[in-house]
C-alpha cells in the first residue's frame, strides 16, 4: 500500500478527481461551491466555519421550502448533541457572510423552522482539475475550511461512515490523494468490527430527565422513555431491552452510563432530557457505548406538544437507523406504530401508567381513572384497555377491590384491547393472568403467554407470566427456567427467581437469590416476606419473624399482620396467633384478598375445619392466596385431607 504524497497515491486521487463534475449554487451576487466547499462573492472568497457551510448548504439545497431547526441541526451535528443556541449561533455567522441582516434570504417562521428564500440556480459541469501541492513535512494537505478531519474522526470512532465519507469526498476533491491511506484503516477496521461481532445487542433507556422545574410534567418524561423502551423492546435484534420497572430505580439520580451498563449488563444506555414550555416541546437525547466509552449518538428535538404521540417511535426509529440494524418491513412497521391518533387520549394514557407505578392505594385509583378516561377519548385505543386491565389486576392482588369483581373488570378490558389488536403483547399477558386466576383456565393461559412471548421474545414480563404459570401447575423446572429468563432481561427485578426456588423447595438456593436483593434499591417489604416465607419452611422462626416484622414497618397492610401470625403458629405460639387471627378478621369487609392468609394461619395451628372453611371463601374470591395451591409448601400439612383434593380438582389443579 502507497502512503499519501508518493506518485502511486497522487495518482490514484488524481483519477478519482477527474471524475467529479464542479457543482455549484448561484443566488444573488453569491456563488457556493460545493465542489472547492467555499462561499464566494464575485471573485472574493468569503470565510465561513465549516459547520455554517455545512447549514447553508441544506438551505440552498432545498430553497423555498420549510426546514425545521431538526433537520439543520442533523445537517450540521449529525452526530453530536447541540443545543439549539448552537443553531442561533450558527445561522448568525450565515446572516454575517450574506449581509442579511434583515433576514430577508434567510427568513426565519416562528415556531416551524427557516426559509432560503433567495432564487438560486445550479451549475453542474466537468472541471478542470488543478493538482494539489503536497507538504514536505508530511500529510497536511486539508484545507481550513473543510469538515473532512471531523467526518473522518467520527468515521473512525464509531467504526462507520461510509457514506459520509462518500459525501465528503465529493464536497472536497482535493483532499482525496491525502485520505485514501486513512479511508483503508477505517475500511479495515470496519470489516474487522463486523466480522468480531462486537455489536449493540443491549440497551437500557434510563428515566429521562424533566428540568421544566414542574413536577406535573414528569408523567410526560417518564412516559417518554417508557414508551422508547416499549418501541425497542419490539426488535428482535436486541437481545435485552431493560424494562422501564428496573430502570424507574435510576430516577432522579445522577447517573454514570458505564456503570448503569455493568449493573445491568448492557452494552449502550440511552439518556434523554426533556423540558415543556407552554406548547413546545424540547427533548434531547443520548446513546453511549458503554463497553467503549464512546457516544454513538445524540439529537435534539423540538415539537409542538401536540406531536408527542410520534415522538417515542421517531426516537427508537433512529436508534435503529444508527446502529444500522437490519429490519423487515413487518418490524419497520411494529417500530413506528401508533396505537391512537388522540394526542390527549395518550397523554390521559401516559398519566395512567405514571399513577400506576406509584404503587399506593391512591394512586391505583387514580392511575383506573386516567386510562377510563383515555378510551373515551379513543374507543379504539388497545393500549388504553390494555391498562386498564392491568389496574384491575393491582386492584386485585393488593385487596383494594373484591378480586372477583376486579378479575373479570380485567378480562373485559383485556379481551377489548385484543380484538383492537390482537400483536399487543401487553393484552396476552393481561389476559393470561385474567386466565389463570380467574376463569382457572390453564391451557389457554399458556396460550396467552406464549402467544406474548412469541410477538417479544425479549419481555421479561412475558417470561414471568409464563414462570407464575408454570409453578402454579407443579411444573417447577420449566417454571424455574422462564425465572432464569426474566431474571437475565430484568437484572433488577424483584424476587421473582427466589420466590420460585422456594415453590421447588430448594430453600438454600432461594435464600441466597433473595438475600441479594436485602439492603439494595431493589430490596422492599416484598424481599422481607418472602425470606421469612424460606426461614419459616426451614424451622428458623426467629430470624423469619424478624423478616416479617421489617416487612411491616415498611408497609402496615392487613396481610403483613396476617404473614406474622403464620410465623407465630408455625412456631407453636398460638395465643400471640389467635390473637392476631382476631385482628386481621375484622379488616376483611374493609380490605379484601385475606381469606387465603387466614386459612395459612389456621393450617399451621393444626386446625383443619377452619383452615378448609377460609380456602372454601379464598377460592370463591379468587384470592391471590390459594393459587400456589398445589404446589405451596405452607399447605402440606393439609395435602392427605380429600378435603384439599376437592379443591384441587375445583380449581382444576388435579392431575
Known amino acids: 500500500m502507497s502512503v499519501p504524497g508518493t506518485n502511486s497515491t497522487a495518482n490514484q486521487g488524481q483519477v478519482l478527481m477527474q471524475n467529479l463534475s464542479h457543482h455549484r449554487y448561484f443566488f444573488g451576487d453569491f456563488t457556493l461551491d460545493i465542489t472547492r466547499g467555499c462561499l464566494l462573492r464575485g471573485e472574493g472568497e468569503v470565510k465561513i466555519r465549516p459547520k455554517s457551510f455545512a447549514v447553508l448548504q441544506h438551505l440552498v439545497e432545498n430553497s423555498g421550502r420549510l426546514i425545521s431547526k431538526d433537520q439543520l441541526i442533523r445537517a450540521g451535528w449529525a452526530d453530536t448533541a447541540v443545543t439549539d443556541d448552537s443553531l442561533v449561533k450558527c445561522l448568525k455567522d450565515i446572516r454575517q457572510a450574506l449581509h442579511d441582516e434583515a433576514q430577508e434570504i434567510i427568513k426565519t417562521v416562528p415556531r416551524r423552522g427557516y426559509i432560503f428564500a433567495a432564487e438560486v440556480s445550479e451549475d453542474t459541469a466537468a472541471a478542470p482539475i488543478t493538482p494539489v501541492k503536497e507538504e514536505t513535512s508530511g500529510v497536511q494537505l486539508i484545507s481550513e475550511r473543510t469538515d473532512w478531519q471531523i467526518i473522518e474522526g467520527q468515521a473512525a470512532t464509531n467504526q462507520i461512515g461510509f457514506t459520509r465519507v462518500t459525501s465528503a469526498i465529493k464536497r472536497h476533491w482535493w483532499v482525496v490523494a491525502a485520505s485514501l491511506l486513512a479511508l483503508a484503516i477505517i475500511t479495515t477496521a470496519a470489516v474487522y468490527f463486523a466480522r468480531s461481532g462486537d455489536v449493540i445487542d443491549s440497551i437500557a433507556v434510563m428515566p429521562f430527565v424533566n428540568v421544566s422545574n414542574n413536577a406535573d410534567t414528569d408523567y410526560l418524561s417518564d412516559g417518554i422513555s417508557d414508551s422508547v423502551i416499549n418501541s425497542l423492546s419490539q426488535l428482535p435484534n436486541f437481545k435485552k431491552v431493560i424494562p422501564f ?8 439520580k445522577q447517573i454514570d452510563p458505564q456503570s448503569v451498563g455493568r449493573e445491568l449488563n448492557v452494552r449502550a444506555v440511552l439518556t434523554g432530557r426533556l423540558v415543556l414550555r407552554g406548547d413546545d416541546l424540547l427533548v434531547s437525547t443520548e446513546l453511549v457505548d458503554v463497553k467503549n466509552n464512546k457516544l454513538l449518538w445524540g439529537e435534539q428535538y423540538n415539537r409542538r406538544f401536540a406531536d408527542v404521540v410520534n415522538l417515542q417511535s421517531e426516537i427508537a426509529q433512529q436508534i435503529s437507523e444508527r446502529l444500522r440494524l437490519k ?31 406509584k404503587l399506593t392505594d391512591e394512586s391505583r385509583i387514580k392511575s383506573g381513572e386516567y386510562f377510563q378516561k383515555a378510551i373515551e377519548k379513543d374507543p379504539n385505543f388497545a393500549l388504553g384497555y390494555a391498562g386498564l386491565a392491568g389496574t384491575y389486576m393491582t386492584l386485585a392482588l393488593y385487596g383494594q377491590m373484591p378480586p372477583k369483581e376486579a378479575w373479570q373488570k380485567a378480562e373485559e378490558a383485556a379481551v377489548k384491547a385484543l380484538a383492537i389488536d390482537d400483536t399487543l403483547g401487553e393484552g396476552h399477558i393481561s389476559l393470561g393472568y385474567v386466565k389463570m386466576r380467574y376463569d382457572w383456565d390453564w391451557p389457554g393461559a399458556e396460550r396467552e403467554f406464549k402467544r406474548a412471548i412469541e410477538l417479544n421474545p425479549d419481555s421479561a414480563q412475558s417470561h414471568a407470566g409464563y414462570a407464575n404459570l408454570l409453578r402454579c401447575v407443579g411444573r ?18 424483584t424476587g421473582f427467581l427466589g420466590e420460585t426456588l422456594y415453590f421447588a423447595r430448594r430453600y438454600d438456593e432461594a435464600v441466597a437469590e433473595v438475600q441479594k436483593e436485602v439492603g439494595t434499591s431493589r430490596g422492599g417489604a416484598g424481599t422481607y416476606l418472602e425470606l421469612g416465607e424460606i426461614y419459616i419452611q426451614q424451622g428458623r422462626y426467629d430470624e423469619a419473624l ?37 385482628e386481621v378478621k375484622g379488616p376483611t369487609t374493609e380490605r379484601y384478598d385475606l381469606a387465603g392468609y387466614i386459612a395459612d394461619i389456621y393450617a399451621a395451628l393444626g386446625d383443619k375445619d377452619q383452615a378448609f372453611a377460609w380456602l372454601e371463601k379464598a377460592c370463591d374470591q379468587r384470592e391471590q392466596g390459594v393459587f400456589d395451591l398445589k404446589v405451596g409448601p405452607r399447605w402440606d400439612t393439609l395435602r392427605s385431607d380429600s378435603r384439599f383434593t376437592a379443591l384441587l380438582w375445583r380449581m382444576k389443579l388435579a392431575s
Request: no cysteine; hydrophobic share 35%; proline share 2%.
Open 476 to 493: 417447577v423446572d420449566e417454571a424455574i427456567a422462564e425465572a432464569k429468563r426474566s431474571q437475565e432481561l430484568d437484572p433488577l427485578s
Open 546 to 582: 424478624a423478616e416479617m416484622l421489617k416487612a411491616r414497618a415498611l408497609v402496615e397492610r392487613p396481610r403483613q399482620l396476617a404473614r406474622i401470625g403464620y410465623v407465630y403458629a408455625a412456631a407453636g405460639k398460638r395465643d400471640e396467633a389467635i390473637k392476631i387471627l382476631a
Open 327 to 357: 429490519l423487515t418491513g413487518e418490524q419497520k412497521e411494529r417500530l413506528t406504530k401508533r396505537y391512537t391518533e388522540n394526542t390527549e387520549a395518550y397523554q390521559l394514557y401516559l398519566q395512567g401508567r405514571y399513577y400506576r407505578r
Open 245 to 252: 420497572s428496573s430502570v424507574f430505580r435510576y430516577k432522579g
